[in-house]
């Protein structure tokens, strides 16, 4: 076997790894695409790994903000305890040495011209962006997107500003003769909000309200992300039967929004108890934008 044959069977076999993983089929009768969303059951380091390398168009990740305490926060004045999640809390280097692991394996299963997002806030956003600049100098940071809430939770303490916001990551995997994919058209058209009109270029500001109780149907998650939030991500950095991969998808937004935009979506979740959550809010019957038939998944992963 020659060396040009060698490429084109290894090529062909890693096409082959990731349709097989993610589940991509078409209906060459009818020439319709189908997409299809699987969720694992299973912690992002270790499922990560069994990924294939270049088989994902866009990673979206909202990791942990190692923001909780192991007492949690409470009101002066409120039984009420908020931010006291095991999954949240790590020592300072155990910390780093999370982000490296799953940011590296990330930029490693993207394929050339693929994007990653990461949404965070102060306590892990500067380690985020540090990571991926002194670790993969190969990357681009394309833009840092300021998502504006403008009915954020009031400061309990008292004692600083009112957080009201959180930073979004947006960076590229180039090479290969490929550059980021960006439907700037789309987003001239299609992104709209009180800081950016309708017809005109986007900013990188965006203003949109914290995920309101119609979209929270399913069931109660933390860390929920609104729906208009992924949409505009999703959409601006990927085409239709392109593959977004979510490595702590939590609540399920990234897996919801791709499915009923026609991309495929593999989600990963370490937490049992959101299984019920994700499989309410994931049914092969819930309309789709253009009627797309999908398929899901769940399973549980092994080593």
Same mark, same amino acid.
């Given at each position: 076997?020659?060396?040009?044959?060698?490429?084109?069977?290894?090529?062909?076999?890693?096409?082959?790894?990731?349709?097989?993983?993610?589940?991509?089929? !078409?209906?060459?009768?009818?020439? *319709?695409?189908?997409?299809?969303?699987?969720?694992? /059951?299973?912690?992002?380091?270790?499922?990560?790994?069994?990924?294939?390398?270049?088989?994902?168009?866009?990673?979206?990740?909202?990791?942990?903000?190692?923001?909780?305490?192991?007492?949690?926060?409470?009101?002066?004045?409120?039984?009420?305890?908020?931010?006291?999640?095991?999954?949240?809390?790590?020592?300072?280097?155990?910390?780093?040495?999370?982000?490296?692991?799953?940011?590296?394996?990330?930029?490693?299963?993207?394929?050339?011209?693929?994007? /990653?997002?990461?949404?965070?806030?102060?306590? &892990?956003?500067?380690?985020?962006?540090?990571?991926?600049?002194?670790?993969?100098?190969?990357?681009?940071?394309?833009?840092?997107?300021?998502?504006?809430?403008?009915?954020? !939770?009031?400061?309990?303490?008292?004692?600083?500003?009112?957080?009201?916001?959180?930073?979004?990551?947006?960076?590229?995997?180039?090479?290969?003769?490929?550059?980021?994919?960006?439907?700037?058209?789309? $987003?001239?058209?299609?992104?709209?909000?009180?800081?950016?009109?309708?017809?005109?270029?986007?900013? &990188?500001?965006?203003?949109?309200?914290?995920?309101?109780?119609?979209?929270?149907?399913?069931?109660?998650?933390?860390? !929920?992300?609104?729906?208009?939030?992924?949409?505009?991500?999703?959409?601006?950095?990927?085409?239709?039967?392109?593959?977004?991969?979510?490595?702590?998808?939590?609540?399920?937004? $990234?897996?919801?929004?791709?499915?009923?935009?026609?991309?495929?979506?593999?989600?990963?979740?370490?937490?049992?108890?959101?299984?019920?959550?994700?499989?309410?809010?994931?049914?092969?019957?819930?309309? $789709?934008?253009?009627? $797309?038939?999908? *398929?899901?998944?769940?399973?549980?992963?092994?080593?």
């Amino acid at each position: 076997m020659n060396g040009f044959q060698e490429i084109k069977k290894k090529l062909r076999s890693s096409v082959q790894d990731v349709n097989l993983l993610i589940g991509i089929n !078409q209906d060459k009768k009818r020439n *319709k695409m189908k997409t299809t969303h699987r969720i694992i /059951l299973g912690d992002a380091l270790k499922v990560l790994k069994k990924i294939p390398n270049k088989s994902i168009d866009l990673v979206f990740a909202d990791p942990p903000y190692n923001m909780s305490k192991k007492k949690g926060l409470g009101w002066a004045y409120s039984k009420h305890i908020t931010m006291q999640e095991e999954w949240d809390i790590f020592s300072k280097d155990d910390f780093f040495k999370f982000n490296k692991e799953w940011i590296k394996e990330c930029f490693r299963v993207l394929k050339h011209g693929g994007s /990653l997002w990461v949404s965070g806030s102060f306590h &892990n956003i500067y380690k985020i962006g540090f990571i991926i600049q002194e670790f993969h100098p190969d990357t681009k940071i394309n833009n840092s997107i300021v998502w504006f809430k403008p009915n954020a !939770q009031p400061n309990i303490t008292c004692r600083f500003f009112t957080e009201s916001c959180e930073h979004l990551i947006w960076a590229s995997k180039n090479g290969d003769g490929k550059k980021w994919k960006f439907n700037y058209q789309w $987003t001239k058209e299609n992104i709209e909000d009180q800081i950016n009109p309708k017809g005109k270029q986007t900013r &990188n500001v965006w203003n949109i309200p914290l995920t309101p109780k119609k979209e929270k149907w399913a069931g109660v998650h933390p860390t !929920q992300k609104p729906f208009e939030l992924l949409r505009r991500i999703i959409l601006s950095c990927t085409d239709k039967g392109d593959v977004v991969l979510d490595p702590f998808v939590g609540s399920g937004t $990234t897996s919801a929004v791709a499915k009923y935009y026609g991309r495929n979506s593999i989600g990963i979740e370490k937490d049992k108890k959101n299984l019920p959550l994700l499989k309410k809010r994931l049914k092969e019957e819930q309309k $789709t934008s253009d009627n $797309t038939e999908t *398929k899901i998944i769940f399973e549980e992963f092994k080593n």
